[in-house]
Every structure is written in C-alpha cells, then in structure tokens.
C-alpha cells in the first residue's frame, strides 16, 4: 500500500497536496456519481467513492512499466450530482471541456454508463477525427429505453450521434433491435476474443490515430467483477483487458477515458480492480507519451 501519509486525504491514490492540486496535476480524475436510468440493481453512484477509497491502498509504483504515474499530479475534482440526465450531461460536457482547455487528461469515474457522454462529447469537440474504444457487455445501442433517450442502454446509440467510429470490445449481450444496428466489422465478441490470438491487432487496425476510450466495468466476467448493475456470464480476464489497453496506448493516442458501472458492496476485491485499471491505462498513457516519470 501507499506510503506517501500516514494519513491519506480522501482523493485518487490518497495522494498529499503537492501531487493533488490541480496546479500540480496532469491528470484529473471527475467523479460522477450518476445512477438514475440503472434498469437492475442499484449502486453505481457509490462506485466513485468506492473506487476512490479502494485507490488509496494502491502501490504507487508500477513495475511494469517501471513508472510512477502519480508524480505527474493526480487532481481529484470536486463530484458533479446533478439530478436529470441532460443536467448531468451538461455539467459533465462543461467540466471536461474546461479542463481539457487547460490541457488536462480527464478520467471520468461513474456512476451509471450514460455519464461517459458528456464526457465523450466535449473530447469529440477538441479531436474532431476523435474515435471511441468501447468495453462493454452490453451493446448499449437502444434508441430508448424505459422513456429515456439517455438511459444507459442507449449510450453508445448517442454517442454514435457524436462520433463516426466506435469499435466495441467485449460484447456478449443485446437485444435484436441492437444487433441491427452493429457494424460487425467494428465489433469484437466477447466468445471471438476468447478463441482469438490476433483479436488485439484486428482491433488496432479499426481504430484511426486519437482514441477516447470507454470502460462499462461488466466487460469483465463476474468472477472477478460481480459488483456491477448488470452482470453477464462470459467477461474477459484482466490480462485481456490491460493487454488490449497496453496496445491501444503504445500505438495510438489516448485522449481520455472513463471507467464506469461499479455497484459496490461489501467485498472490495471489485473496488479495487477498478481502481488499479485507472492506474494501469494512466501508467500506460504517460509513458507511452514518454513522459511518465520513474524512481
């Protein structure tokens, strides 16, 4: 675990002020503890704190990459809780295209999935030939759901609204009105990335030059991330997602990213696994920018 403080303040990594402030920051983390479209179980807006405590018990320094990303600065912003989708979504675009102005790398930590649209819309208008890497389950591709153009199963639908290339990774649920809508060449099954050895470098060669990526936690199986609102049987492991993830930042650009869909309870093994994939696709980013700092 850190030691950076005896006692660690309540922010990403538990870090002290001279790697937390936004003056000192490269980096920002947004909470966004948003969870009013969920369609199952509840929770996803305790999974930013959940993560955010879970984070504080990591170990700073990331053997393979012989980095330590923290030393960048890790600036956690004050949460937006707005109530309503559209004003979550704006207060979300607002925040995130303020800090990228301020030439800020923004994580995004939800809260249900309809979050990461804000999100994605305010780095959709600083890379105009911007695409989306998302992981998911779900092919979240509903036009409406349950009355609502923005709940989360229709995120990708409107993020499809913002963006021309979205390539999904992980899919292995969706209603038939969804898979209608998928562009199969864009689409990486869940059962395909199971049997393939090539899936990474079919994936990378789909995806053009700035890359904002998405995480719905429940890409991965329930084995080892159950504490999500909707759990689906088949996930990939961890050494498939990093492994895409590692790919994805050594050859291309990563603008920003979000990790999403954590219902947290009492085992913390979940909390913690988001928490070090934060850290991990941050580790991967700054030194493939070869600017991420080591001992």
Not at 67 to 81: D, F, H, L, N, W
Not at 240 to 267: H, M, W, Y
Request: net charge negative.
């Amino acid at each position: 675990m850190t030691n950076l403080s005896e006692q660690e303040p309540f922010n990403f990594c538990g870090l002290p002020e001279k790697f937390s402030t936004l003056k000192n920051s490269a980096i920002v983390v947004l909470p966004v503890p948003f969870d009013e479209t969920s369609t199952w179980l509840k929770g996803s807006d305790r999974g930013p704190d959940a993560i955010i405590d879970a984070s504080r018990h990591l170990e700073l320094y990331d053997r393979e990459t012989n980095s330590e990303v923290y030393r960048k600065g890790i600036c956690t912003e004050q949460a937006i809780r707005g109530t309503g989708s559209e004003s979550m979504l704006s207060e979300v675009y607002a925040r995130t295209a303020a800090l990228i102005h301020q030439e800020r790398f923004v994580v995004t930590v939800g809260g249900e999935h309809s979050v990461s649209l804000g999100a994605i819309r305010a780095h959709s208008a600083s890379y105009p030939n911007l695409a989306v890497l998302h992981l998911d389950a779900h092919a979240d591709l509903r036009d409406e759901y349950e009355g609502s153009k923005y709940n989360h199963a229709c995120t990708i639908a409107r993020v499809k609204e913002t963006v021309d290339t979205v390539v999904s990774v992980g899919i292995r649920s969706m209603d038939s009105s969804e898979h209608e809508k998928l562009d199969e060449k864009l689409v990486f099954y869940a059962d395909y990335v199971h049997e393939s050895k090539d899936w990474i470098r079919e994936a990378l060669t789909v995806l053009p030059e700035q890359v904002y990526v998405t995480i719905d936690l429940d890409v991965f199986d329930p084995g080892i991330m159950p504490s999500t609102g909707t759990p689906e049987p088949g996930g990939l492991d961890w050494y498939q997602i990093i492994g895409l993830l590692k790919a994805v930042s050594k050859q291309r650009v990563v603008v920003g990213f979000d990790v999403v869909e954590l219902c947290p309870t009492d085992n913390k093994a979940p909390d913690f696994l988001a928490a070090k994939l934060i850290y991990k696709l941050l580790s991967y980013k700054f030194v493939a920018d070869g600017i991420a700092p080591s001992r």
